[in-house]
């Protein structure tokens, strides 16, 4: 009986242990503010991921441009560097051959003399030396003339064996040093090669950047947009000079729209000569995108124009500002006085300095690619009161 009660009690015990498992213990109420911090700080995480993937994907194409562009310049001049140097090198190179030539025919004379005279002194001491030949005869006057002509010829013999080794020390220099030269040239030309693949590498890039322009909608109206910042911030740039050059002529600022009458650049509407021989591709004024159907508004024109061609101040006038501008390359713009100024963008080679002056026809530059998204032009402003004008109605018509 007594062991029937103390199962019962046990079973009773460990049914009332499995119920209190099974009840559903309450959360510490710390360790579940903890959990939810953990989950909120990986949430934050991934999402800074995403927002980093993102920013990465919509880099600015013009900026990206504008670097890969920057880098081809000063690669392309390092390249023309390394060019001049090469072609010194191959000078060097080409005068010391010329040397070595010179003193191996030289060097090659003297040995034949030498052997002359070595032949002559065998032939001497086979017939018993030159000591009979002075002391045969008993003239003092014939003695006399032998010992000086053995006295010249042992001179003739040691300037010949002086010359030849000079000769000899100088072809060892030249010929040490155009060694040197040509293993200069030969780490010139590697270096040139280096320098030229990433070049080519650069230039892929580019290209690659402007087929997608081209080619995908979502990357030409994010170029749209930057570009339509880029005029905005050069007209914003153009201000500044413009109120700069007043501060240092001490000219308040004019009514807007009113141009002098009669005075300098304003009077030549029509009769400006073209800053670069070629025709305008692209007008002033609301452009409609073929393709994309986007709308934008050139202030300028593009002139077609062979890379390399010169560009010409079309107006006497003052360098105000030279330098690479985002969207317009390497930029020159000019003050002609009273409010009016010509820019000139996409040049390759800058041929003045700020703070210039120029005469009307001066070359100022050469036509080139540099910001450009669709090859070698010249893009061309004509301003007044900092305002864009049709430059076509500046320059003088072509028959």
Do not use: C
């Not at 001049?77 to 390394?82: F, K, T, Y």
């Amino acid at each position: 009986m007594r062991t029937r009660v103390l199962a019962g009690l046990a079973l009773v015990a460990f049914a009332a242990q499995t119920a209190v498992a099974q009840v559903p213990k309450k959360d510490d109420p710390i360790q579940a503010e903890q959990r939810k911090l953990r989950e909120a700080e990986q949430q934050l995480k991934e999402e800074r991921r995403k927002a980093a993937e993102a920013r990465e994907k919509e880099t600015s194409i013009l900026a990206e441009l504008d670097r890969v562009e920057q880098r081809l310049a000063d690669k392309q001049r390092d390249i023309a560097r390394l060019d001049g140097r090469i072609k010194k090198a191959q000078a060097d190179v080409t005068s010391l051959r010329g040397e070595v030539t010179g003193l191996e025919r030289q060097r090659s004379g003297q040995e034949q003399a030498l052997a002359r005279r070595l032949q002559a002194m065998y032939k001497v001491h086979v017939q018993g030396g030159a000591l009979p030949l002075l002391l045969s005869g008993d003239d003092p006057v014939a003695r006399a003339v032998a010992v000086r002509h053995l006295a010249s010829l042992a001179a003739l013999d040691a300037r010949l064996i002086q010359e030849y080794r000079g000769t000899s020390d100088r072809l060892d220099d030249r010929r040490r040093r155009e060694e040197i030269r040509e293993r200069e040239l030969a780490d010139l030309k590697s270096d040139a090669q280096g320098e030229q693949a990433e070049v080519d590498r650069d230039a892929a890039k580019r290209r690659g950047l402007l087929a997608r322009v081209r080619d995908e909608r979502a990357y030409h109206e994010r170029l749209v947009g930057e570009l339509s910042e880029a005029t905005r911030k050069l007209e914003a740039f153009i201000r500044d000079l413009q109120a700069k050059q007043r501060r240092l002529a001490r000219v308040p600022p004019a009514k807007p729209g009113i141009e002098p009458p009669g005075v300098g650049f304003g009077t030549l509407r029509g009769r400006l000569p073209w800053p670069t021989e070629g025709r305008v591709i692209a007008a002033f004024g609301a452009q409609v995108h073929p393709r994309f159907g986007t709308r934008t508004f050139r202030n300028g024109v593009d002139i077609e124009a062979g890379e390399g061609r010169d560009v010409a101040a079309v107006y006497g006038g003052h360098v105000v500002y030279t330098g690479w501008f985002k969207g317009y390359g390497n930029l020159i713009i000019l003050d002609h006085d009273h409010e009016y100024y010509t820019l000139y963008a996409h040049v390759a080679d800058i041929l003045v300095k700020e703070g210039d002056d120029v005469r009307q026809g001066q070359r100022i530059g050469t036509v080139g690619d540099t910001g450009s998204l669709e090859g070698p032009r010249l893009y061309f402003e004509v301003r007044f009161q900092g305002k864009p004008q049709d430059p076509e109605q500046w320059l003088r018509q072509r028959s």
